[in-house]
């Protein structure tokens, strides 16, 4: 071994101690013929010194030191005298004997600080270099850390974690797969996983009762912002449950997930809430719940007044923004702006403010009496100082652009603080959407879903508003306004699959083609269960307190899915496509 | 829940608790009127009572039940009059009030027993049956509990889990690459991971001083007995120590593994032996050492005496075989055709006997005197009733037919107990190993592995013979004649690296092409580092007393490398092929 002790273990009771430590020169600097090095490694910093009076030739070694120069130093363990506070091993200070030169570095593209002066493109391709960052070493600590608690915690409740394999069959469904030429047999293809479903299930059937795996998935999508080509999935399945199992359980584990990584009690019991409710409220399936600033149905007192825009929309929906009454006409022609950028959608905003004076301020004035807007005022529930914010259009459309706003809002005014933690369980999603292009059902989550048991005489009706009413077993965990995860109770019973097909207008050919596998495995013995999933990549990115994962990665992918780092993807040999009898039919541009 | 315990909870003192079970049919017989029901999951077996006055509806819901139906069954636990003591739940059994068929199963194409009736290619059709039998069961839930012991352990000893991608480049060297064409960087391909070996030597790099994974490795090798395309692998990497330090650590693991999964204590300090050691004495850099049967160099005792075959080779070694002087004249042809085969190789065979009444019996009495033939068995260490069996040719190559034909014949006199564990380090290996054939040098582990320190000089000699006496600080955990393990220190100073490729006769434009990534990256401060990689399944294996790794994968693949159960590999549509700029070359013949 190298070293006694680490960069961040030597307290003020270890004076006096001969110890060696071995480290990255983080800084080095000489003041009054001494010389003060930082050394660095994963658990911490430790100050060394070399005296004035030191042997000429240590003193030499230790002003030739450059930045990353990775070195073995041996000395004695002295309380400081000017202690600093910040540092764990803030009290102390090493006075060396020695130094031994491990490796050299040439100096480093960017600063090694918590704030590099390194852009993204660089640190991404030296990503090792980047990695050395306390906020990246916190970042992939608290990953593993998180992991280890999952895995315990699974244990003690008797999951079993069983591995699933990655060379698996592509399916003509979802996204798109990445698939692997087969050398062994030619002509054919494996495909990586989107998820371990089909598996989890199997493990169901095959009577494991309790699942779950932490799994690399992959999905050969085009990338939006913070989406990975491969991604990380906690994966779980139970059997003999129905939903409130499954909840309770993932609200077990989630409670000391928060109590042992960020000491947090959360809300106990997690609060539930339904889509439709969601919807209402948020305008958003994961709704932020760390703030209020609820979405209002003000349609009964804006539509029908004369105001065409209005008359002539399903809904009308507002926020009440409090303290943006002050808001300037720039202000909220900016704001206006911004609701039509396509991200949004909007055609227009309506406002109202509620000076602090008591006076009434609208773009709508001439359309309404003072009495219809005192009360529209009073339907947003807004109050003095607030600003009412209106948004009109088809009812889940427009919920949805006002939900886009609200999130914007809170950003603005500081409601959406990374360490508070409002978890929620989104629950009673519809079975069904309808769609009108095709003119008919779709499955919302996927059709192994079950329909909730007391909405079963809904499920087996005719009737279309029977049909759209039907809710489903599944649910959808919600932290601060990102889906961390969801799942469902499956369909076991043939009879109810097969009904299931029926209202998606699936034929049997059709559902023997694309599930037939797994349809097959279900007629020995399917135990009734479900399950869900979280995305670890996300899961660790809040823990952290941050809203993007690629931190929570070590070697992430950047938008167009290379590795910057490796380069890869890259083109492979000639022989390499003839052995997997394939061929690049891609003819760059000259 | 659909259940109040699981079928392998209840004890005597729960009798008189009213339960519901949930689980599945293995048998049900009928009994004097009473119908018996043995109901299981994954916890165990408990029996199920209706008895003859039970309401009809009941019983005639009993008698319908086929093998592996689904049911939950609610009843009163009793104490049974004739206690089954094979069995957990053996002293009860419940009475029940009612039966609720969750799920009928049509008959199963194999009896899910202990010993099924069905056969390999069946039940890998029907893996997820398979999967219902107690072996498969064990060996799964034996695979979670090392899982989860050895992330504790390491834990413990501050590594860090960190996952590594699985979309990297694919390298020029090596074993073949699983490819992965990408569709948003056309004519480009990504490479599924040999191991994460490049990766983890960055994460020491880049300061994470203790990494492990317990990751998905893919190598599309064609594929001998018992190797899978993907298989899992335990990766470790340290930084700031020696090779002590990693066998110390890793011991560590190993000692608690043996200790809490099948509660055995190993030998502390683990034995070494030498690569040299293991194979004179064993012919094996795996040796099998629960039992002695060694290795003897009778070259001195046997050549020169005119017998031709031995005269002209350049070794001669011998086993002794316990009590196998009995063999008759058939058994011992028997064994000279086994040698024979292909997969050992031997030209012959040369035995002597050493009978029980004193008498000796060899096959080449005609060319020793008795005197002679005595100083053989002599240099055999071989005593009453042995068996000596002699085999010849270049060195190496006699020790390792040697040490194939010693496990032969420990296994037919029951000497490899898979109950009993014998671990060992073979350390000090050769760097490098020549080849006559192309007249170089070839790194026997690979090019990173660095020298022991105590043979710098021998390293930076230019003769052959003392770079042929160059140990590597490489070493490999063996257990009962499997290779379970092995690692490197790994050079980490740009003058020690340049060496080696000078040494192995690769350029720097070569080595620039091959390894110039990483060689960059270690201009940056690389730490000294080492590390080391077990075969998970084979570890769960051997701790499940087997020496195939299939049962203890839940979805493995066949020898030619498809899933079976999913049909895996299989054709994909012209479409995806179009989105990802490939094509088939594959001409099936007609």
Not at 70 to 75: E, K, L, S, Y
Not at 343 to 365: C, F, P, W
Not at 445 to 461: G, I, M, R
Request: with cysteine.
């Amino acid at each position: 071994m190298y070293r006694t002790h680490t960069c961040g273990q030597l307290r003020a009771s270890d004076a006096g101690k001969k110890v060696t430590l071995a480290g990255w020169v983080q800084r080095s600097r000489k003041l009054g013929g001494m010389t003060f090095i930082d050394l660095r490694d994963r658990y911490g910093i430790t100050q060394l010194v070399v005296k004035a009076d030191a042997p000429a030739e240590l003193v030499e070694t230790a002003n030739s030191l450059g930045r990353e120069f990775v070195i073995q130093a041996t000395g004695e363990v002295v309380e400081r005298e000017s202690k600093n506070a910040k540092m764990d091993t803030g009290d102390i200070e090493i006075q060396l004997d020695s130094i031994n030169i491990l490796n050299k570095s040439v100096t480093p593209p960017f600063t090694i600080e918590d704030n590099s002066d390194g852009g993204e493109d660089l640190r991404a391709k030296y990503r090792y270099l980047d990695l050395r960052r306390n906020p990246l070493q916190r970042a992939l600590k608290i990953r593993h850390n998180i992991a280890i608690e999952i895995r315990n915690y699974l244990d003690s409740q008797n999951f079993m974690e069983i591995e699933t394999p990655y060379l698996i069959k592509s399916t003509p469904e979802g996204a798109r797969d990445f698939v692997v030429p087969s050398r062994m047999n030619p002509g054919t293809f494996y495909a990586l996983p989107q998820s371990p479903q089909t598996f989890k299930q199997l493990l169901m059937v095959a009577g494991y009762d309790r699942y779950f795996q932490i799994v690399r998935c992959f999905r050969d999508e085009d990338l939006r912002a913070d989406r990975q080509p491969e991604f990380t999935q906690i994966d779980c399945e139970m059997s003999f449950v129905e939903q409130e199992d499954v909840l309770n359980t993932f609200e077990g584990m989630m409670r000391t997930l928060f109590k042992k990584i960020v000491n947090v009690d959360i809300p106990n019991p997690i609060p539930r809430m339904s889509w439709y409710d969601a919807m209402d409220k948020y305008g958003s399936d994961k709704p932020d719940i760390r703030f209020g600033m609820e979405i209002h149905d003000i349609t009964a007192q804006t539509k029908g007044f004369g105001f065409s825009v209005f008359d002539s929309a399903e809904y009308i929906g507002s926020i009440a923004v409090p303290g943006a009454a002050s808001y300037t006409r720039k202000e909220l022609d900016q704001l206006t702006e911004w609701v039509k950028r396509p991200q949004v959608g909007a055609k227009g905003l309506v406002y109202i403010k509620l000076n602090e004076d008591g006076t009434v301020k609208s773009s709508v004035d001439k359309f309404y009496t003072p009495e219809q807007i005192q009360a529209i005022v009073a339907a947003a529930e807004a109050k003095k100082g607030d600003l009412v914010l209106i948004l009109c259009g088809a009812k889940r459309k427009a919920q949805t652009m006002l939900g886009v706003l609200r999130i914007e809002m809170g950003n603005r005014l500081g409601y959406r603080d990374p360490k508070v933690f409002a978890p929620l369980w989104v629950v009673d999603f519809p079975l069904f959407e309808w769609d009108d292009e095709t003119n008919r059902f779709y499955a919302m989550h996927h059709p192994f879903t079950a329909p909730k048991p007391e909405h079963l005489d809904w499920y087996y009706s005719d009737k279309k508003e029977d049909l759209e009413r039907v809710c489903a077993n599944a649910y959808d965990f919600v932290l601060n306004g990102t889906e961390l995860g969801g799942g469902s109770i499956r369909i076991h019973e043939a009879a109810m699959q097969e009904r299931m097909f029926e209202i998606l207008g699936i034929t049997k050919e059709e559902a023997d083609y694309k599930f037939g596998f797994i349809i097959n495995a279900f007629k020995f013995g399917a135990p009734p269960h479900g399950g869900l999933a979280f995305g670890f990549d996300r899961v660790c990115a809040l823990f952290g307190g941050q809203e993007t994962i690629r931190d929570y990665i070590a070697f992430p992918k950047n938008n167009q899915g290379r590795d910057v780092m490796i380069d890869a993807p890259s083109q492979i040999d000639q022989v390499q496509m003839d052995e997997l009898f394939i061929q690049s039919t891609f003819k760059p541009e000259e």
